[in-house]
């Protein structure tokens, strides 16, 4: 899978004051897309030991309007919903490691960012260093290719 991908959602319409029409909806769009994604970029193969393995391309999900849902307790119901949705079924999902939940810190399935005034949130760069660090391991950025491809 010669691929990194953002999924971007708008966590308006997975917090508890939407509609279960907007959430529906919500959920009915990322399946599609991270279904796509997964299916798209599957490979498999063996290991030393001689077993299969599958892989599929990093994904990192992405929700906007933190302004409109800034509290962390709405963030960890937010990421309990698409853990339970998608948590097993998308085998290369970057989790934020230094999620805030009603808890403390926590791992959420996603990156809850406020883009219009990106300057002020410290999710930003963590998403940044985050999607570069994942970027420099795949093998594919270190691929040669013919100087004409370019």
């Not at 959602?9 to 529906?24: G, I, N």
């Not at 599957?42 to 599958?54: F, Y």
């Not at 849902?69 to 999902?93: C, M, Q, W």
């Not at 810190?105 to 998403?127: C, G, K, M, R, Y």
Request: negative net charge; aromatic residues 10%.
């Amino acid at each position: 899978p010669n691929q990194s991908t953002l999924v971007v959602f708008d966590m308006r319409w997975l917090c508890s004051k939407a509609s279960e029409q907007k959430r529906a909806a919500c959920l009915r769009n990322l399946r599609y897309w991270l279904c796509s994604i997964v299916e798209s970029t599957r490979a498999e193969s063996v290991n030393a030991a001689g077993e299969t393995e599958s892989s599929a391309a990093p994904v990192f999900l992405v929700g906007t309007h933190k302004d409109a849902v800034p509290d962390v307790a709405e963030h960890g119901r937010i990421n309990e919903i698409l853990f339970s949705k998608f948590g097993a079924y998308v085998p290369n999902l970057k989790c934020h490691e230094q999620g805030q939940t009603e808890d403390g810190l926590a791992v959420l399935a996603f990156w809850p960012i406020e883009n219009t005034n990106s300057a002020h949130d410290p999710v930003i760069p963590q998403l940044k260093a985050a999607i570069f660090s994942t970027v420099s391991a795949e093998r594919y950025v270190r691929d040669v290719v013919p100087y004409r491809w370019l």
